[in-house]
């Protein structure tokens, strides 16, 4: 895509071959390309593709490698814990009541010797690697958050400044939206690609909505932080629920609403320019 970019060539994105050819022509690398083919030339495909060049592709790669680093220093944490449970008596009596950051300190500065004599110093052998695996797990996560940050706050400022919004989540939002976020048509297009628009599931005489299901689960996370935060912190939102409660929603169907608030002003905020004196927003959601 990039090359064609280059060169000139007009790109659109293409989501996903079509459901009904697929079942009546199978699957195929040909199948697939001649149904993108036609896809774009009958005009059901016309969304320009995101740029992969800028800011936001630097956070996005950052984002990578931090997101497979916590993953890894949890899958530490949770070896460290299943050693203990299974260590001998005597150690499992000793280590089993740290919390993760004592038996993460014991375990580095333990000393158990060069040679293993048998399965308590096995164990010590294991804790001690899997600490330091931890600790460096934890300093690689530092240097990309100090790297991530800059790169946020320059990409978005005013993203930075919503209620609930911190360097990981405007991180996650900003990839979803890419760095021409200007493409997107309009901020119902940002609902469809973050999981916000409602979709209708009415019968009879209810009318009623539920969660999309579709679009960047990534994205709608980091909006479903931002709901839990608001929910906790902001007392407009916290007056909105107990008004939409008292309306008989329910819980699920009070946090879709907030969430499809929540991706207008996050648009909003994307696509702002920059100001020279920026202030925290203090109206995060509905009143």
């Avoid at 774009?40 to 800028?54: R, T």
Wanted: charged share 25%; glycine share 6%; aromatic share 2%.
């Amino acid at each position: 895509m990039r090359f064609l970019q280059i060169a000139g060539v007009e790109v659109v994105e293409v989501n996903r071959p079509d459901r009904r050819i697929r079942r009546a022509r199978g699957k195929s690398d040909p199948v697939d390309a001649e149904a993108a083919a036609r896809a774009a030339l009958a005009g059901h495909a016309a969304a320009a593709p995101k740029v992969n060049s800028g800011q936001v592709e630097s956070i996005r790669v950052l984002r990578v490698a931090r997101r497979a680093a916590m993953k890894s220093r949890t899958q530490a944490a949770n070896q460290m814990h299943a050693l203990v449970v299974t260590a001998p008596e005597p150690l499992r009596s000793r280590l089993r009541r740290l919390t993760l950051a004592q038996l993460v300190k014991v375990s580095a500065a333990s000393r158990p010797g060069e040679q293993v004599t048998g399965p308590a110093i096995a164990t010590r052998v294991a804790l001690r690697s899997l600490a330091r695996r931890y600790h460096q797990l934890t300093a690689d996560i530092g240097e990309l958050d100090a790297l991530l940050a800059p790169l946020v706050a320059a990409a978005a400022p005013k993203l930075l400044q919503l209620n609930g919004v911190g360097v990981e989540v405007a991180g996650q939002l900003l990839v979803t939206a890419g760095e021409n976020a200007r493409r997107l048509r309009s901020e119902a297009a940002f609902a469809r690609i973050t999981g916000t628009a409602p979709l209708p599931a009415s019968s009879g005489r209810t009318t009623r909505h539920r969660l999309s299901r579709g679009g960047d689960r990534a994205a709608n996370s980091a909006l479903h932080r931002i709901v839990l935060c608001r929910l906790r912190w902001h007392e407009a939102t916290r007056k909105y629920v107990a008004r939409r409660t008292a309306e008989g929603l329910s819980k699920p169907e009070i946090m879709r609403c907030l969430k499809r608030y929540i991706a207008r002003e996050v648009l909003r905020a994307i696509l702002a320019p920059p100001s020279s004196e920026p202030t925290r927003t203090n109206t995060p959601g509905p009143g």
